[in-house]
């Protein structure tokens, strides 16, 4: 009787117990085993990707950070490069990478990111890390507790800190917090995000990702029939023919992220970090006669050094006959990532100038490189009079 019902309780779990016990163990040993490999390599993740956000900040390329967005300046650092805001055309190229690539990840591998990537739920993870950490101390309840909510405050000032090291530089910070000299716009920041992240991992947690998140929302929306999805499969229950319908999310986004990031890299290649102006000085008498028979027009030159090291240029200026440039030094020495203005004059016989008004053509080339060559136009101007109203 004892053995019938272990038979009966064992049909009951819908296993085969016609074999002894032993079979059994090693089958729950063997899941077990399955198990535990992937609880590991998924915290294996979490702990990358902290550590990548944690410490891609303190990163530098070319003495400056890899990834930074200052923003007294508006200017990005990207790994060597640096992306100035006229150039914002690069930060649409790249949200537009961002959701493609997004769209098509969630057609493929459905909540994958919810389940591996997403901070909020890397976030989640560690906190329930810190309340078995504190619910397992010998203290009494109320000191669990405390210790459970000053690691939850540590954390969320770690994060609030890192999330602000995207935009000034961590040394400067750490720095300013050392001299107690921290900017208000600084410290009113820290403080505003470890309010909100302490909050959220005090009282949302999980939470958000069923009530608040739009990406949540939004992916059943993406799926078909073949995204990875965690549930029962079909194909054990029912026969699928050998054609299938082509998936057409997937084309359709490959095709958008494909061609995005295809314009991306051609913009990269093409991206001369140099660019200048030659400006009429306006403000000052621009039209004189410096000397008998030659005529003088005054320019603003404006060069930007967009590359993360001090590069040296030389102006030439063409278009017509005889024409000088009076520009001092020239050669000159534009800093890395810099903003120059240097006042510059152009000199011309009278005797070659036809019109009025002449376009001039202005170079200005990399002296070590000679890789670089921009052009710019300007106009020169043979006014009626001179300065003390004498007709020339």
Known sequence: MTVMMKKEARGKQGQDCSSPVAPCAVHFSLFAMKIMPYRTFRRAAAWTQATLVLGLPFMQVGGESALRFDIPSLKLYFFGSVIWIEEAYFFLLVFLLLFFGGLLFTVLYGRLWCGWVCPQTVLSDFTRDVDRLATGSRSHELGKLAASHMLLLIISMIVAAD?????????????????????????????????????????????????????????????????????????????????????????VFSAAFAFVAVLFAYQLYVRVPLDFWVVRDEPQPV?????????????????????????????????????????????????????????????????????????????????????????????????????????I
């Open 163 to 251: 999330l602000i090291w995207y935009f000034v530089s961590p040394y400067d910070i750490l720095s300013d917090v050392t001299a107690r000299s921290l900017g208000p716009w600084t410290f009113g920041s820290w403080v505003f995000i470890t309010v909100l992240v302490y909050l959220d991992l005090v009282f949302v947690r999980q939470k958000f990702c069923g009530t608040i998140c739009p990406y949540a929302r939004s992916r059943v929306l993406l799926f078909d029939d073949r995204t990875s999805v965690i549930g029962f499969d079909q194909s054990r229950a029912i026969s699928r023919g050998p054609e299938r319908d082509p998936r057409t999310r997937v084309i």
């Open 287 to 391: 039209h004189q006669e410096v000397a008998k028979g030659h005529i003088l027009n005054a320019y603003s030159l404006v060069v930007k050094n967009r590359s993360l090291s001090p590069e040296v240029f030389r102006l030439s200026v063409a278009g017509i006959s005889g024409v000088s440039l009076i520009a001092f030094p020239n050669p000159f020495l534009v800093p890395s990532n810099t903003l120059v203005k240097i006042r510059i004059s152009v000199v011309v016989e009278r005797k070659d100038l036809i019109y009025r008004t002449t376009p001039l053509r202005f170079a200005l080339e990399n002296v070590a490189s000679r890789e670089i060559h921009l052009e710019q136009e300007e106009t020169f101007i043979y006014p009626m009079l001179t300065e003390k109203g004498l007709e």
